[in-house]
């Protein structure tokens, strides 16, 4: 039971980073169908962050800003 109890909690620690969101600085090129990236840019007001949704073939991207809050997300670089 103990090693149960261990394990349960180990794992929660493990998953819990994942939660977090990332921000990027610049909006990807490739992003598959239905997708999500936040994109911090100056086309959204401050405190806000664009979030970029993929689409299929033919169909243009969701583009909506949104505010998160500042514990859920983390600066990244978007690598082309």
Known sequence: M?????VLV???FVVLPCFAQTILKSEPLM?????????????CPS????KVTGAIRGLHRRKACVALAGEQASL???TP
């Open 2 to 6: 103990r090693i149960l109890a261990s």
């Open 31 to 43: 992003l598959a169908p239905y997708e999500v990236a936040f994109v911090k840019d100056a086309s």
């Open 76 to 78: 990244a670089i978007a």
């Open 47 to 50: 405190g806000k962050v664009l």
């Open 10 to 12: 180990v794992s929660c």
